[in-house]
């Protein structure tokens, strides 16, 4: 019956997916590829009045294995892209984008940045309205282009600058690339999103033309606009641009504040600790500690001979001083439970100091400090230490037994 018949081929039309599936998961892309054939032939031969669209599973499917096939070629490649461009007008610019991504990771800049273009000049109805981000992604890449040859006219003059080298088409081609770069650049970071990569390209293009105030603006935009997502690197960037302009430390502490409070494990906290450490107001210095025992909560860190070391000073100083000695006291109650299997076990002391005896001599510091003179880790490594004959670890044996009664206030 005509209904028995749709159904079976229904059904192999589903099997032959599978099959397409399976081969993709083991890598067995020939096989994959016949399938895949076959499946398309199926296709053409479906005279169901129910519409499957596989456009768009041939195309994500047919460009899978293509990118993996042993004798695929750049050209067969391209001659299926095409053929995609004229199955669905719904998905033209997306399979257009993904087409010069495939072309650029093969380093075909130019035949990159001429389909972007093709696709740029694109009109299709109604449906050139309906694809508005998808056009403004292909501008975007076309910027991002156009600023590749801007800096490679850049770097050109640059290295030539001091012999006298004097070109004026170079020169003039340099100023047309940044003109057609910042265009794109600036209408897509307008677009509430992650524009990582366009936002960098776009400060450097302003920055390199003296224009520095627009370029704060796009960075504070890019990271306090409530309406773009959270993103780290967005307040990275704008510190990184404060940092390199010269801006005050207050200016560049409240920066770093917010980072800390969104990734408290960046990278950057080092920096962060070390302004704070050096600042005159008790609230900042108390900020310092916290910042610091906030990043070694992650096990990114563990091994972090700076953290340690802006950790043992800072802890060093307030035994020493007897001042602020509930700020530790405050910051380990919240440790205690689980920072001395964490980071002071006996298998880690032993790893540490035959890895690293500049990071056991910090961590057992702060040991000492943290869980007195009797510490698995504290003994271990200020044993090896003085059995070695080195100076300082027989100072950090008596700095710690001589402060013992500071650990019973700190664990009170």
């Known amino acids: 019956s005509s209904h028995k018949h749709k159904l079976n081929f229904k059904r ?30 199926t296709l053409e031969k479906d005279f169901s009045a129910e519409y499957m669209g596989p ?19 750049m050209k067969e490649f391209n001659s299926f892209i095409e053929q995609m461009k004229t199955l669905g007008v719904k998905r033209y610019l997306k399979v257009c984008l993904e087409h010069a991504f495939h072309l650029l990771c093969n380093g075909l800049i130019d035949e990159a940045y001429q389909n972007l273009s093709l696709a740029e000049s694109w009109r299709f109805g109604e449906q050139t309205v309906i694809q508005d981000k998808e056009m403004k992604l292909i501008q975007a890449y076309r910027g991002l282009l156009d600023y590749y040859s801007w800096s490679k006219q850049k770097n050109i003059l640059l290295e030539h600058g001091q012999d006298g080298f004097e070109d004026l088409s170079v020169e003039q081609e340099m100023h047309s690339c940044f003109r057609k770069a910042a265009v794109n650049l600036r209408e897509i970071i307008k677009i509430p999103g992650v524009w990582d990569l366009f936002v960098k390209c776009y400060v450097d293009l302003l920055e390199f033309y003296g224009d520095h105030n627009e370029a704060r603006q796009v960075l504070n935009e890019y990271a306090y606009n409530s309406k773009f997502p959270a993103n780290p690197n967005a307040h990275v960037y704008l510190y990184q641009f404060l940092k390199r302009h010269g801006e005050s430390k207050k200016t560049l502490v409240s920066a770093l504040k917010i980072l ?27 900020l310092g500690l916290e910042v610091i025992f906030a990043a070694l909560d992650y096990a990114g860190w ?11 000073r800072q802890m060093k100083q307030i035994v020493i001083s007897e001042k602020h000695l509930d700020w530790i006291k405050q910051e380990w109650n919240s440790r205690k439970d689980w920072w001395p299997a964490f980071h002071f076990s006996r298998y880690l002391a032993k790893k540490n100091w035959q890895e690293n005896e500049s990071l056991s001599y910090e961590k057992a510091l702060v040991a000492g400090i943290l869980l007195g003179k009797d510490c698995k880790y504290f003994k271990y490594v200020s044993h090896r230490g003085c059995k070695a004959q080195v100076k300082r670890f027989r100072i950090l044996k008596k700095f710690v037994n001589k402060h013992n009664p500071v650990y019973l206030r700190v664990s009170d």
């Open 302 to 312: 563990k091994e972090n001979v700076k953290a340690w070391n802006c950790l043992a």
């Open 55 to 73: 456009s768009e599973m041939i195309w994500r499917i047919g460009t899978e294995i293509l990118c993996h096939h042993s004798h695929s070629s």
């Open 12 to 41: 192999s039309k589903e099997v032959c997916l599978s099959y397409i599936q399976d081969a993709m998961l083991q890598k067995q892309w020939k096989r994959a590829a016949e399938f895949l054939t076959f499946y398309t032939e």
């Open 260 to 286: 800390h409070d969104i990734v408290p494990s960046h990278e950057l906290m080092i920096d962060f600790n070390t302004m704070l450490q050096k600042s005159k107001k008790r609230k900042k210095r108390r």
